[in-house]
């Protein structure tokens, strides 16, 4: 017995285990030699990003170094500039209780253009937050010598989340405006507008981005533009005993110079909402963990879109949700929709319910509209404290915003959801399709687009080879370094179905050249088809020879076949007839036959077969023509290679398959638990695995930038925890993402 098992396990088990990760490592992780990376050695935490097009290059905030890589190879570095506490402030940092190694440094958080070559920057620096100015110029970063003070635009705590644009000259930051971290505010740097510090407007928020919307462009009542927020913070509209967190959008005006008597210097529109994202299995709310804004260059804003990834509340499951939000929807509660207001019942117990009373005029938290200036109002000076009281008490809507369609777009179960980033492309048939790139805790990257209201995933994970034709490329961050991935790697899509089928509005079949291209400006005799993924439209593939297997009656026969793409499954055929699953064992590579006899013999066909909406597509991958020998049956040697592996004896050998199937299951069930890291995300021992859950853990309240750039709508970036450990391949967890598709 014992020796059967030792059997079993080297010729079986061993063989199969190393198939089975080669076979993972080709099939999802083609990582590596061609995408490219940035990392220095003893620099870490890459996390502030910064596309600045027309120099080609992209601006890196790292831990006490800034840095200006070539756009198009991020493995050039044009230049450097290092940016470090000094001695005294991480003495001092120190002495106050804060880590030295983790805490007492200088994170560049903050990263913005502001014209003229010139860059202001901030940093943690050692838990006291300063910004200056740096240029680039003539390949050089040189920061200027003045600082400014950067309390309420920079957090203190590297570890905390933030939020920052910088819309014109003006900086907007949400962030904590102490040392403690228990002072939050959404301030604008010009005329230091801020929150008011009262838990109805903010209440332990965790920001998580912001974006700025041209409201006033072609508007007819005279609106102004605005300044939108998103963050989660504990509900105080609760009617329970325990912390309930909520996730808001709030929104500001940006003609806001807050009041004269009442709200001063505060802001006089900050209205929010409560904003949901609906899972249908969950109890406690969903809760935002990014937004990226999404806007059609050709349309005006109304058209633009929101896209936010949701996450569980307190780890109660392990579903992720993407739900999308009409701006205009927004748009629409703030300025016509109700309120909420406070009313005390019992003692020191208050509620929150719909206000139906009579509302000011000028309506609280509107921006100046020409309304307001006929009568009289034509700055947030002139409101009258009758309107201003009402917005400082009751800043919260009544109406709760519902994405699009009332639900989300896609939900999914496994790793956690952390960004997303949307990217519009113009397929072969003339329409435009999002496409969203999904970034997810466990340093994955979800390809998805929403064909007609079916959610199609086009690949998970990849950092690919790059194209340099297309300049279209996603970068991505994380503590060790940086990557730069293409869009898209049709080229791997060795077939014309392979290539239709995956559906990927970047890629479709050239003809002409017999390959699966990525999509330029000439694509003329490009076979596409998002919608239906319908592949007849493929030329025939060239016929198969099939092979020749002569085999002794009484033997076992195991003819190989593996599957041509990870959607692909794979189907055999004899004699042009589907076989069913008894006739013989399928196995996941290919088909055992078991004590031949004569009628085995005969044409057997294997077949990669796909679905897509359309139909069933399937394409020859191998064929054999089996014959029995019958010239001498007592001799019972094997003559397929793929017999080789497992002893000859038939009962080990269903027992090997079984085996194999099972350690197939244990795998994935291992996989799917996370009891096992995928390849590409780390090769980690147990004490790793433990800080790799505390730094989840901080992932989560760890700095997020939004910046607003002035240049096309694509031209943007996207906050923490993606694809990781790029350079070491240590960490999991992307920290941003920018886009570039110009
Ligand atoms: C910075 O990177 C180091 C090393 O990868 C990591 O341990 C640490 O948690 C990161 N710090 C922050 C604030 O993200
Ligand atoms: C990218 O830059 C690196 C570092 O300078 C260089 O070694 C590499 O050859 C470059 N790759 C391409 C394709 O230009
Ligand atoms: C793109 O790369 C190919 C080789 O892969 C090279 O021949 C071509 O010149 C490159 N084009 C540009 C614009 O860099």
């Not at 205009?328 to 719909?354: C, H, L, N, Q």
């Not at 694509?523 to 002794?552: W, Y």
């Not at 001799?635 to 027992?655: E, F, I, K, P, Y």
Request: with cysteine; hydrophobic share 35%; charged share 25%.
């Amino acid at each position: 017995a014992m020796n059967l098992l030792l059997s079993l396990t080297v010729f079986c088990l061993l063989p199969l285990a190393l198939m089975l990760i080669i076979c993972l490592l080709s099939l999802f992780f083609p990582l590596g030699d061609n995408a490219r990376f940035f990392s220095e050695n003893d620099v870490y935490n890459y996390s502030t990003m910064l596309l600045i097009e027309d120099k080609g290059v992209l601006m890196l905030g790292a831990r006490e170094k800034v840095y200006a890589l070539d756009l198009y190879n991020i493995s050039q570095k044009r230049a450097s500039a290092a940016w470090e506490a000094t001695p005294a402030k991480k003495t001092e940092c120190k002495n106050k209780g804060k880590n030295a190694e983790t805490e007492c440094l200088n994170y560049i958080r903050i990263l913005h253009e502001v014209g003229d070559d010139r860059m202001y920057v901030c940093g943690t620096n050692a838990f006291d937050p300063e910004c200056k100015y740096v240029s680039f110029s003539g390949d050089a970063l040189t920061f200027e010598k003045e600082m400014e003070d950067g309390k309420g635009k920079c957090p203190f705590d590297p570890f905390q989340r933030y939020a920052s644009i910088m819309a014109g000259d003006d900086l907007y930051s949400a962030t904590s405006m102490n040392f403690l971290g228990s002072e939050p505010v959404l301030i604008r740097s010009s005329g230091n507008i801020r929150t008011e510090l009262k838990s109805s407007w903010l209440n332990e928020p965790t920001f998580v981005s912001m974006a700025q919307m041209q409201e006033s462009k072609e508007s007819e009542s005279g609106d102004d533009d605005k300044v939108y927020l998103f963050f989660s913070e504990t509900a105080v509209e609760c009617d329970c005993y325990n912390k309930l967190v909520v996730s808001r959008v709030a929104r500001v005006c940006k003609g806001d110079l807050g009041g004269l008597r009442t709200l001063q210097k505060k802001w006089t529109t900050f209205l929010k909402a409560r904003i949901d994202c609906p899972v249908l299995e969950s109890q406690l709310p969903y809760i935002i963990r990014d937004a990226y804004r999404w806007c059609d260059p050709e349309k005006d804003w109304k058209s633009c879109i929101f896209y936010t990834v949701f996450t569980a509340q307190l780890d109660t499951s392990d579903l992720s949700a993407v739900c999308a939000y009409r701006v205009s929807d927004i748009s629409r509660v703030f300025a016509e929709g109700k309120y909420k207001t406070p009313v005390p019942v019992e003692t020191s117990f208050v509620k929150w319910v719909m206000y139906s009373g009579e509302v000011p005029i000028p309506r609280p938290g509107a921006c100046i509209n020409n309304a307001a200036r006929k009568a009289g109002i034509h700055k947030t000076l002139d409101l009258p404290d009758r309107t201003l009281q009402f917005v400082k008490d009751k800043p919260l809507m009544d109406q709760v915003i519902q994405p699009i369609g009332d639900k989300p777009l896609l939900v999914r179960r496994g790793a956690t959801f952390t960004q997303i980033i949307v990217n519009q492309m113009k397929a072969a048939d003339g329409n435009k399709y999002p496409v969203m790139f999904i970034g997810t805790d466990k340093g994955t990257v979800l390809k998805a687009v929403n064909y007609d209201g079916e959610m199609f995933i086009i690949e998970e994970v990849q950092i690919f080879h790059p194209h340099n034709h297309s300049f279209k490329k996603l970068y991505a961050g994380s503590d060790t370094g940086v990557a730069q991935i293409p869009l898209a790697t049709c080229e791997r899509s060795s077939s014309c179905m392979d290539c239709v089928l995956a559906r990927d509005p970047y890629c479709g079949w050239n003809s002409a050249l017999g390959k699966c291209v990525f999509i330029s400006k000439s694509h003329r005799e490009i076979i596409q088809s998002l919608k239906v993924g319908d592949a007849s439209l493929c030329p025939d593939a060239d016929p198969i020879k099939p092979l020749n297997l002569s085999v002794r009656e009484g033997e076992d026969l195991k003819l190989s076949c593996l599957p041509l793409s990870s959607l692909g499954k794979i189907m055999w055929q004899k004699n042009n007839i589907d076989l069913t699953p008894s006739a013989a064992l399928q196995l996941q590579d290919g088909l055992l036959i078991q004590n031949v006899s004569l009628s085995d013999a005969g044409h057997y066909r294997c077949l990669s077969v796909e679905h897509s909406r359309a139909k069933k597509h399937s394409i020859t991958v191998i064929e054999h023509l089996v014959t029995i020998d019958l010239s001498d049956s007592g001799d019972r040697t094997l003559d397929t290679q793929a017999q080789t592996d497992c002893a000859s004896v038939t009962g080990l050998q269903v027992a090997c398959a079984l085996l194999g199937l099972a350690f197939f299951a244990l795998l994935a069930w291992n996989f799917y638990k996370g009891h096992l890291c995928m390849p590409w995300s780390c090769f980690k021992s147990k004490s790793e695995e433990q800080s790799q859950e505390s730094q989840n853990q901080e992932a989560l309240h760890s700095g997020v930038t939004m910046s607003s750039y002035g240049g096309p709508a694509w031209n943007l970036k996207i906050p923490k925890s993606l694809l990781s450990g790029l350079g070491s391949r240590k960490y999991c967890g992307v920290d941003r993402l920018s886009i570039k598709s110009g």
